[in-house]
């Protein structure tokens, strides 16, 4: 993998460097490797504590140099122990002339005990006044009798924060290093791992593992861990890291029970994201109160990281009755650079788990009443007919706009339209079809609230300003003209809010010329030539999504992308091209007006000549006789006729959309 350094060799002293320049309030030893507190915030006469470490698992060790902490870090190469010297020249920096001596917190780890233990030794030599404890809190291995011990994670941290506030209320040496032994036995660590880290200068990680695998009981210098296992999601993990933690048969384990107090850890490996890291967070809180155990405090954060391993590690702290006090030494306060800074209330530190406040009167609350114009039964059938239309048209090309999306956007254009489409669907028999106001309202909320992101917003916008013009405006206009004015209305806002333009490669290169060509075609002649007029848009979305191939993107993620990844058209204007292409032909097959065939009259055989005679001459003489009744009648008869035709005009009138 490529990794942002300069060079492997020489990675950790910039790294120090880069770190102190970011905080004015410490300092750096030249070529030791050594951070210290600056000289005005050091008081020489409390005990100053020294941590350290092999490098690589920052922020400990510098991050942890500040009032109420460590006085003094020294850092090795990367996961190797710092020499005796530099740590002997931390030693001389924060005891000369400190009476009050000097704590060396270690992890416990072989390199680092010998190394620190020398120094120490050489330091006593030259007069110092210098104590160690080496700090193991592993709770995977399985004996305390072996040689090596119970390894150094996060805990580690406990005892640096309590400890250094003990410092600074000015406790003595000998008592600062029999609590720090105290609390190692109150203090238990866990770890688990999806992927092992990368050395600086390296191309692949330590380990690798399968999916739904992970290395369980792991330390921090990239090794495996104790045993692989496998798991479904995170809840399992947090299970089986604490069947670990509290396993009865291991000498190690934390014994917790229904009446503990204790305070949690949860640190970030290095590479698992924040969001992962806050569900781990969840999930472990839950476990331990599950057991009736109380989380009274919990730090979280990147703590005692290995690189960039992708894992979390918990370290618990049980306090019991007798060391109540711990908890107020760990709400001392810090200016320690990565000690987590948490958000407390206003009367206490103590964490809980908080009830939810209730949205009621915050939310958003959907009132869709039917109002402004209606739709006529026919109308009504043509958009719900067109709506389904589209959703189905969005559904069979998912894997085209996701294509079309890839290499400019994140490649998922397709499916978030389908979430879309299936948001509507949900809803299609709640939808109220009579009025278009209602209609739009209730496409931009199901869209607003079922699809994130940008997407979803402008959809919203589009539907939610179409709506408003409805409500707002005259309607005394012909059907077509109401929907292509509240079209451009979307249009408008979505310009707005969005900040694109037409020619900036986006949906609006098919949204703005169908508007554009619909509203110049006009709306006077009939059902059909409107609906021909409104094909005619429908070409024109068509031909401008597949011009936006050529057009350089100026808003959205595609702005950001080189214009090398521009090879094919816009995700989100062929997405437009192709619902609207589908709703109009569903719509074009309701509302098409057919010519009625013309009646053919049946064919009689001619009558005879004598009775054609007598007929004429029966009508001759009764048409005397009759024209007074029948120009009586004439005027009955044109009146039905006019009735007929204004009843004709009427029905005409209901087919279309209002």
């Not at 740590?87 to 005990?113: C, E, F, K, S």
């Not at 214009?563 to 058209?569: D, F, I, L, N, S």
């Not at 029948?630 to 009955?636: F, L, M, P, Q, T």
Request: glycine residues 10%; contains cysteine; aromatic residues 8%.
């Amino acid at each position: 993998m490529t990794q942002l350094i300069n060079n492997p060799n020489y990675v950790v002293d910039e790294s120090l460097n880069g770190f102190v320049m970011s905080n004015p309030g410490l300092r750096l030893v030249e070529r030791q490797r050594i951070v210290l507190l600056e000289t005005e915030q050091f008081q020489r006469d409390k005990v100053a504590i020294i941590v350290g470490g092999g490098a690589g698992h920052e922020p400990f060790g510098p991050g942890f140099v500040g009032r109420g902490m460590a006085a003094a870090s020294v850092l090795g190469g990367v996961f190797s122990s710092p020499p005796a010297g530099p740590i002997l020249a931390a030693i001389r920096a924060v005891g000369r002339d400190n009476p009050a001596g000097v704590l060396l917190l270690p992890l416990n780890y072989t390199g680092d005990r010998l190394h620190f233990g020398l120094a120490s030794e050489r330091a006593k030599l030259e007069g110092f006044k210098v104590k160690m404890v080496p700090v193991g809190d592993d709770s995977a291995v399985k004996t305390k009798d072996s040689a090596a011990g119970r390894r150094g994670l996060s805990g580690t941290l406990f005892v640096t924060k309590i400890c250094g506030a003990l410092a600074e209320q000015g406790s003595e040496l000998g008592k600062i290093k029999s609590e720090a032994k105290h609390i190692q036995e109150h203090l238990g660590s866990v770890g688990i791992s999806v992927q092992g880290c990368t050395l600086p200068g390296h191309s692949t990680s330590l380990f690798h593992l399968n999916h739904g695998e992970a290395e369980l009981g792991l330390g921090i210098h990239g090794e495996a861990g104790v045993r692989k296992v496998q798991f479904n999601n995170a809840e399992e993990a947090v299970g089986q890291m604490f069947n670990i933690l509290m396993d009865a048969e291991s000498p190690t384990r934390l014994h917790l029970d229904g009446d503990s107090d204790v305070a949690l850890i949860v640190n970030n490996l290095g590479g698992t994201s924040i969001m992962e890291q806050n569900v781990m967070i969840g999930e472990a809180i839950k476990h331990l109160e599950a057991f009736g155990v109380r989380v009274r405090r919990c730090y979280a954060g990147h703590l005692m990281t290995s690189l960039n391993m992708a894992g979390i590690q918990f370290s618990v702290l049980k306090i019991p009755g007798d060391k109540q006090y711990w908890f107020d030494l760990l709400d001392e306060p810090t200016n320690a650079q990565a000690w987590p800074k948490c958000v407390y209330t206003s009367s206490s530190f103590e964490r809980f788990t908080p009830s939810y406040i209730s949205d009621e009167g915050l939310r958003w609350t959907a009132h869709f009443e039917g109002k402004g114009p209606q739709l006529s039964e026919r109308g009504q059938i043509a958009a719900r007919e067109g709506l389904s239309a589209a959703l189905l048209a969005l559904r069979h090309n998912e894997e085209l706009l996701n294509t079309l999306d890839t290499g400019v956007g994140d490649g998922d254009c397709g499916t978030t339209l389908v979430n879309a489409a299936n948001a509507i669907e949900e809803l299609i028999g709640e939808l109220n079809f009579e009025y278009p106001y209602t209609l739009l309202l209730q496409l931009g909320h199901a869209v607003e609230s079922r699809v994130p992101g940008t997407t979803g917003g402008l959809y919203a916008i589009f539907f939610t300003a179409a709506a408003e013009w409805f409500d707002t405006s005259e309607t005394d206009v012909n059907w077509a003209k109401c929907w292509a004015l509240a079209w451009k209305e979307g249009i408008k806002e979505i310009i707005d809010y969005g900040g694109a333009k037409p020619g900036d490669r986006t949906m609006l290169d098919a949204l703005c010329p169908a508007s554009h060509r619909f509203l110049d075609e006009g709306f006077d002649g009939n059902t059909n030539q409107i609906l021909e007029s409104l094909g005619k848009a429908i070409a024109a979305a068509e031909a401008g999504a597949q011009e936006t191939t050529n057009m350089i993107a100026r808003a959205g993620r595609a702005s950001y992308v080189s214009q090398e990844g521009y090879a094919q058209p816009d995700a989100g204007a062929i997405a437009v091209s192709l619902w609207l292409r589908a709703m109009y032909e569903a719509i074009r097959t309701v509302l098409w007006e057919h010519e009625p065939e013309p009646v053919t009259e049946p064919t009689q055989e001619p009558e005879p000549l004598e009775e054609k005679q007598e007929t004429a001459e029966s009508d001759t003489s009764s048409s005397s006789s009759s024209s007074s009744s029948s120009s009586s009648e004439s005027g009955d008869d044109g009146e039905k006729m006019e009735k007929k035709k204004k009843k004709k005009k009427k029905k005409k009138k209901l087919f279309g959309i209002f």
